[in-house]
């Protein structure tokens, strides 16, 4: 573990100092300063971190039980006082530990744009909020799969499956839907007066709070400009009031994540159960 923060803190810290390098020459020559820049090492590094979550978090968790079968030892955990939630909170809280390290320990890295501002704890705080929602949520469908599947394969692939299409799929279908009443709309005529609506993906765009990657485009897209127009969720709503949901989306799609999260959990502790058949 030690090696593997001092491989990934070299290459954010390189990348960094490369950045601002790079920034102090342009300053030299020309005599303005692009805060550009900075912020884009900002985003640099919390993308490399949240991708890092997303998808090594599954990789961890998906094999922790199914693993425990396959080498025929998860009977002898049962044979101990450890139950089967313990079992579970402790595979997942043993992997979530890990990947969290590994965020914190960078996080020197995030501070270099404090020099120059724009930034701030309370930015800093939701975005690390963001992370470990998102490596519980990614977490609990690896451990849920395990729990599930006999074969650390199989719950490979169901895990990386469902998770591509909580990713892609909600993102999918919102497009299709905002193309779709984009042509209906272009196909409409419209007479003198008349105000043209605008595209949405209507009810649609409310799958996207259990969309991880936009919750956390959203987050920066707030905290960096121009860094989220592709995923942003207001895109989708064309023209509806804004609402309750729509308002606070942020917090809802992190508190939904997180109830899914713990749904995920409580059902791999039900199906480790090996007495959840019996009748008494």
Same mark, same amino acid.
């Given at each position: 573990?030690?090696? !593997?923060?001092?491989?990934?803190?070299?290459?954010?810290?390189?990348?960094?100092?490369?950045?601002?390098?790079?920034?102090?020459?342009?300053?030299?020559?020309?005599?303005?300063?692009?805060?550009?820049?900075?912020?884009?090492?900002?985003?640099?590094?919390? !993308?490399?971190?949240?991708?890092?979550?997303?998808?090594?978090?599954?990789?961890?968790?998906?094999?922790?039980?199914?693993?425990?079968?396959?080498?025929?030892?998860?009977?002898?955990?049962?044979?101990?006082?450890?139950? /089967?939630?313990?079992?579970?909170?402790?595979?997942?809280?043993?992997?979530?530990?890990?990947?969290?390290?590994? %965020?914190?320990?960078?996080?020197?890295?995030?501070?270099?744009?404090?020099?120059?501002?724009?930034?701030?704890?309370?930015?800093?705080?939701?975005?690390?909020?963001?992370?470990?929602?998102?490596?519980?949520?990614?977490?609990?469908?690896?451990?849920?799969?395990?729990?599930?599947?006999?074969?650390?394969?199989?719950?490979? %692939?169901?895990?990386?499956?469902?998770?591509?299409?909580?990713?892609?799929?909600?993102?999918?279908?919102?497009?299709?839907?905002?193309?779709?009443?984009?042509?209906?709309?272009?196909?409409?005529?419209?007479?003198?007066?008349?105000?043209?609506?605008?595209?949405?993906?209507?009810?649609?765009?409310?799958?996207?709070?259990?969309?991880?990657?936009?919750?956390?485009?959203?987050?920066?897209?707030?905290?960096?400009?121009?860094?989220?127009?592709?995923?942003?969720?207001?895109?989708?709503?064309?023209?509806?009031?804004?609402?309750? %949901?729509?308002?606070?989306?942020?917090? %809802?799609?992190?508190?939904?994540?997180?109830?899914?999260?713990?749904?995920?959990?409580?059902?791999?502790?039900?199906?480790?159960? /090996?007495?959840?058949?019996?009748?008494?």
């Amino acid at each position: 573990m030690p090696f !593997i923060i001092l491989c990934f803190n070299g290459i954010l810290a390189a990348a960094a100092l490369l950045n601002m390098y790079s920034a102090v020459a342009q300053v030299r020559i020309s005599a303005n300063i692009q805060y550009t820049s900075f912020l884009q090492l900002y985003a640099f590094v919390a !993308i490399l971190e949240f991708l890092l979550l997303m998808f090594i978090m599954p990789a961890l968790t998906s094999g922790s039980i199914s693993g425990e079968r396959e080498r025929q030892t998860l009977e002898l955990l049962f044979t101990t006082k450890m139950t /089967p939630g313990d079992i579970v909170m402790g595979k997942l809280l043993s992997a979530l530990s890990q990947l969290l390290v590994l %965020v914190v320990s960078s996080f020197p890295v995030l501070l270099l744009t404090f020099v120059y501002g724009s930034v701030d704890f309370m930015d800093l705080g939701l975005l690390f909020l963001c992370f470990v929602v998102t490596a519980a949520f990614s977490g609990g469908i690896g451990i849920f799969a395990s729990s599930l599947m006999r074969r650390s394969t199989f719950a490979n %692939v169901c895990t990386y499956g469902f998770l591509l299409l909580t990713v892609v799929g909600t993102y999918m279908i919102n497009l299709f839907l905002y193309n779709m009443s984009q042509m209906q709309i272009n196909n409409m005529v419209f007479q003198m007066g008349e105000t043209r609506p605008t595209a949405s993906s209507g009810a649609a765009v409310y799958l996207l709070l259990i969309n991880p990657m936009v919750t956390f485009a959203e987050i920066l897209g707030d905290q960096v400009a121009g860094g989220a127009e592709s995923l942003s969720v207001g895109r989708f709503l064309g023209g509806s009031p804004a609402g309750f %949901v729509t308002s606070h989306w942020i917090l %809802v799609s992190l508190l939904v994540q997180a109830v899914l999260a713990v749904c995920f959990v409580r059902g791999a502790i039900y199906f480790l159960n /090996p007495t959840r058949n019996e009748k008494k």
